[in-house]
């Protein structure tokens, strides 16, 4: 379990993180969602005490990180999987790891194992490893200690299609059997696959949380028009809010029948009407993209 009240980070004169409330609960996948700058990276660091929030309060399995004894048999975390030491092995940096932790050494040899890194592989020095084995290595290093909790910020850069399909196998079969996984993505599509709730935080402020279902869901209904300019007055002059999606496509947050009305008063012709899937989640996501940090 990891619990955020209030979080608020200052940073070089401006907040970074503001007021970030969250929970993620046992037996669950929470993606931390973002565009780059929006946060992400401040808010695990003060998770994992590396940094002091200016407000607000964190926990995790109800402790606050510092008090926790042998934190690595606990929570399991990788903040910069580029940062590790580039002069030893993989193998040696586990093996130092482990021997911190109190892991039996035979451990490693297990999680090279399942991370996929082959004996030549974690014979290597980390400064040749590419930044996919990095996060394998990374990801073995917050395993070892076989821990309830995991805190992962951006794990999936730097793996190619596969390594992004396996790691999401490990992070839904590791929460499937009780543990906790809070992970960031600033791509929408990386993460929608594996969470099971979406937090999503822009300019340092959570913009949308809830179960995946629910995000995916609750974002009305996409709406195409043969004539679009049209199609945006009658929504208008409807006084329902309607958010462009593409050159022909508007997300409008209203039941199908209230745009369908709209159209016939304003005398357009529509081309689609259907519940959205997840456009309008998209399309939040995309303008988030855009704003500037
Ligand atoms: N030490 C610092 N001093 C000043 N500003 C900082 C500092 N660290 C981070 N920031 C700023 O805080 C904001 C949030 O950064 P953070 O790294 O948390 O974002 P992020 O969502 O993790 O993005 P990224 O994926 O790019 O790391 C950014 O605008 C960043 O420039």
Aim: hydrophobic letters at 40%; a negative charge; one cysteine or more.
């Amino acid at each position: 379990m990891i619990e955020a009240t209030g979080l608020t980070k200052r940073l070089g004169g401006r907040a970074v993180v503001s007021d970030v409330s969250f929970r993620c609960e046992p037996g669950t996948v929470t993606g931390f969602l973002g565009p780059n700058g929006a946060g992400k990276t401040t808010t695990m660091r003060m998770l994992v005490g590396l940094s002091t929030p200016d407000a607000g309060t964190c926990a995790v399995l109800d402790r606050d990180y510092h008090t926790i004894a042998n934190p690595g048999r606990h929570v399991g975390v990788l903040l910069d999987a580029a940062a590790q030491h580039p002069g030893r092995s993989g193998r040696e940096a586990l093996i130092i790891s482990a021997r911190l932790m109190g892991v039996p050494d035979a451990r490693v040899d297990e999680l090279l194992t399942l991370v996929g890194l082959d004996t030549s592989a974690a014979k290597k020095r980390v400064r040749q490893y590419s930044l996919g084995m990095r996060q394998r290595l990374g990801l073995a290093n917050a395993l070892l200690g076989d821990p309830q909790v995991l805190i992962l910020d951006e794990p999936a850069n730097g793996l190619d299609p596969e390594g992004i399909r396996w790691m999401r196998g490990l992070l839904r079969d590791f929460a499937d059997r009780g543990g906790t996984v809070f992970l960031s993505s600033h791509l929408l599509s990386e993460v929608e696959a594996v969470a099971d709730r979406l937090l999503i935080i822009g300019q340092g402020k959570i913009v949308a949380d809830g179960t995946r279902d629910e995000l995916l869901a609750g974002t009305g209904v996409l709406v195409k028009a043969t004539d679009p300019r049209e199609l945006e007055n009658a929504l208008h002059s409807a006084g329902l809010a309607a958010q462009r999606l593409d050159d022909e496509s508007y997300v409008v947050d209203a039941d199908a029948e209230a745009v369908g009305r709209a159209a016939l008063n304003g005398g357009v012709v529509l081309t689609h009407l259907a519940p959205s899937e997840g456009a309008g989640l998209e399309t939040l996501f995309f303008q988030l993209t855009e704003t500037p940090a």
